[in-house]
């Protein structure tokens, strides 16, 4: 029997749940070898810390190992994500978090911001079928393979709508019913999406090409300008999440720049909203992503009738496993453990 997996690829990180467990790490790919890496602590890490897989004929760090070990490092942040196959490694480097036997099927939901639908057949071409990788580990290496069985492609707000009715005990309404307004903000992209007593609709619904890599862009040319070192955006993961950055063993607050930078963010945002949507006509508004958590301090005060969805780094994925149930007759799982997702800013 097919596994099903709610998968959120984001920009900034991607986040994954088979409603027992979840994980998310960056998206970041680097160049890998087949030399070991060795830890000088005997404690036993998690296995997200250390993804590293074979596709192909090539080895990738994924992830924090990417950061750690790779010499050629990237955050692919353009429109397809289809340079040196970045989207296809960090799912599959995903699923394999879930491959335990040496032949593992799957039953996937995941998303697309909303006005990249058009791309959704060729994503499902992308990732559907059987794949075979290795991971590799300070123990030695494990050849696998994955089958893709059934893909869902959906837009990427409605993981969180339907993320609402899923976790009654996770202090989050049931959807309204009216008119519902979500705004996704993630690492590279602010979706606004409307919900219609339970329907989608395209006709009022939009993609924004700002989010917290637009932050980001501000905080590590501040950082530069007023420290003199440059940054990736991969690397301001931790800065921004610590407001702390390490130089020559000395930790300095940078609180202001993180500060401000959210605070104009959340401004050019907030303008986008009101440009595109009347606001009064809406019921309800539902602030969700990594990006929503991190200025939703800004945001609610100019929203009066807005609310921040409980848990919004991993809504949206949460809400695709359960689509997944729905989709293909599993009962819902519940007791999910979440304790690996990372925080966001």
């Not at 040196?84 to 879930?98: G, K, M, N, Y």
């Not at 993609?207 to 040319?221: C, K, M, R």
């Not at 609180?255 to 009064?280: G, M, P």
Request: charged share 20%.
């Amino acid at each position: 029997m097919a596994q099903l997996i709610g998968i959120d690829v984001g920009y900034g990180f991607v986040k994954v749940t088979d409603g027992e467990d979840g994980y998310s790490f960056p998206s970041v790919v680097g160049e890998g070898h087949a030399r070991p890496t060795f830890s000088t602590s005997p404690g036993r890490f998690s296995a997200i810390d250390h993804l590293k897989v074979g596709i192909g004929n090539k080895i990738y760090f994924v992830g924090k190992a990417a950061i750690r070990h790779s010499r050629f490092v990237y955050r692919d942040l353009s429109y397809s994500r289809s340079v040196a196959e970045d989207f296809e490694i960090l799912f599959f480097s995903a699923l394999s978090l879930f491959s335990s036997a040496t032949f593992n099927e799957f039953s996937v939901v995941t998303g697309l911001p909303v006005e990249r639908m058009h791309m959704a057949d060729s994503l499902v071409k992308r990732v559907k079928g059987e794949r075979s990788i290795t991971l590799l580990s300070e123990s030695g290496s494990r050849d696998i393979r994955l089958n893709v069985r059934d893909v869902e492609i959906v837009p990427q707000p409605l993981g969180t709508y339907w993320s609402l009715s899923s976790n009654p005990t996770g202090g989050d309404p049931a959807p309204a019913e009216g008119l519902t307004g979500i705004v996704d903000i993630g690492f590279r992209t602010t979706d606004l999406a409307a919900v219609e007593d339970s329907e989608f609709i395209p006709e009022k619904s939009k993609s924004l090409t700002i989010g917290l890599a637009t932050a980001y862009s501000e905080i590590g040319f501040n950082i530069a300008s007023r420290y003199g070192i440059e940054k990736e955006s991969y690397s301001l993961d931790g800065i921004v999440i610590n407001r702390k950055i390490n130089i020559a063993g000395e930790s300095i607050d940078i609180t202001d720049i993180v500060s401000e930078a959210f605070e104009k963010l959340a401004t050019n945002i907030l303008v986008e909203i009101n440009s595109q949507w009347r606001l009064s006509d809406f019921d309800s508004i539902i602030i969700s992503g990594g990006g929503g958590q991190a200025i939703s301090h800004y945001l609610l005060p100019q929203i009066h009738h807005a609310k921040l969805v409980s848990d919004p780094i991993t809504a949206n994925c949460r809400g695709y496993l359960a689509w997944a149930n729905r989709l293909w007759n599993s009962p819902a799982r519940s007791g999910q453990r979440q304790e690996e997702y990372m925080p966001q800013p």
